[in-house]
Every structure is written in structure tokens, then in C-alpha cells.
């Protein structure tokens, strides 16, 4: 399990600003070097990039993955933390990924995981009661109205509805099952 729990965390990490595919890609070649916090500590960076590339910003997640397995070694003895606060302290964690890691690694719904999908897909929703400018924001706002027994579904409900229709320049509002009740559509 403490394997598992630093598998999906650096695949939390890897899949920001990149492909599903590319992520999924990178993290079988991890994994066929047996990806664990002692591999990853003996590995020397360039090695690490070869095996990561080609998902985005790829230097600097070579950097955040390193520095955050050498600080879970030490300070969590090779796991994962058990909450957000100290997950998103992390090099290259942030709250969607604290939100992510804390469901699926620990099974534990801590909050919404808000991304750039859900921000914008609940935006033109108007599922928040006034526009918000950050993701976080829309983390807040969301939970503040949504039954916490579906905080754990929503980020998998509109991601793959935000990569697919309701696309971030000219949605698919024609093709969209939404139109009749969706705010932005009738713009």
C-alpha cells in the first residue's frame, strides 16, 4: 500500500499540464524500473527526465519529484502524508492534488479537486453563486452548496467533459446534452 500511495502521488504530479496518455506512458516506463522511493532517490536526474519526457515541464517535475521523495524518505518514512495541509507543502503539489491524493491514495474525501475543467465547466454552470477567478475559489464555493457525498465524483464527472465537450475555446454547445439548461450556451 505505501507503494501504491507514492505511485499515484507521482502520477498526480506527472499528469499536470500533460496528456493522460503521456502520463500514463512515462509512468509504465517508471514502473518497469520498479518505482519506488529508494529507485527514485538512487536515480540520477537525467535518468529520471529520459523516463518522464515528454510531459510538460518535465525539468521541473524531475526537480519536485526528487526533492519530495527525499522529504517523504526523511519525514514520512517513505510514505505519503495523511493530509492536505501537508501534502500541498510538498515541492510541486498543489490543492487539486492533495484533494486527488487524499481520495485515492487513503481513500478519504478532504475536499473537492478543483482543475481547470471543473473551475470553468462550474463557472458557466453557474454552479457558484458568483464568479470566481481561481480554482480554489470554486474548491470553496462548491462546497460550500454540494453534498459532501459527491465531493469525491465531480472532478471525474467534468474532467473528461471538459476535455471532450465543453472545451475551454469554442465549446461543443451544439453536441452538448446541457444546452437547454446551460447558462453559457445561450450566450
Known amino acids: 500500500p505505501q507503494v501504491m500511495r507514492y505511485q499515484v502521488l507521482l502520477s498526480l504530479m506527472l499528469s499536470s499540464q500533460t496528456k493522460d496518455q503521456v502520463t500514463s506512458a ?7 524500473r520498479g518505482l519506488t522511493v529508494d529507485s527514485v532517490l538512487q536515480m540520477d536526474d537525467a535518468t529520471l527526465g529520459q523516463i518522464i519526457y515528454p510531459v510538460g515541464f518535465w525539468r521541473n517535475k524531475v526537480k519536485y519529484i526528487k526533492q519530495t521523495t527525499a522529504i517523504l524518505k526523511q519525514k514520512y ?17 498543489g ?10 491514495a487513503w481513500d478519504s474525501v478532504s475536499g473537492i479537486a478543483v482543475d481547470t475543467h471543473v473551475h470553468r465547466i ?11 477567478k481561481y480554482p480554489e475559489e470554486t474548491r470553496v464555493a462548491l462546497e460550500d452548496w454540494l453534498p459532501r457525498d459527491l465531493w469525491r465524483e465531480i472532478n471525474w464527472l467534468l474532467v473528461g467533459f471538459g476535455q471532450q465537450t ?5 465549446p461543443r454547445c451544439s453536441e452538448c446534452l446541457n444546452q437547454d439548461i446551460c447558462p453559457a450556451a445561450k450566450r
Open 77 to 93: 518514512g517513505g510514505d505519503i502524508p495523511r493530509t492536505v495541509e501537508e501534502l500541498v507543502q510538498l515541492p510541486g503539489v
Open 26 to 32: 512515462a509512468m509504465l516506463r517508471l514502473r518497469q
Open 122 to 132: 462550474t463557472n458557466r454552470l453557474q454552479w457558484v453563486k458568483k464568479e470566481t
Open 166 to 170: 465543453c472545451l475551454p475555446v469554442n
Open 95 to 104: 490543492p487539486k492534488m492533495a484533494h486527488l491524493a487524499m481520495n485515492i
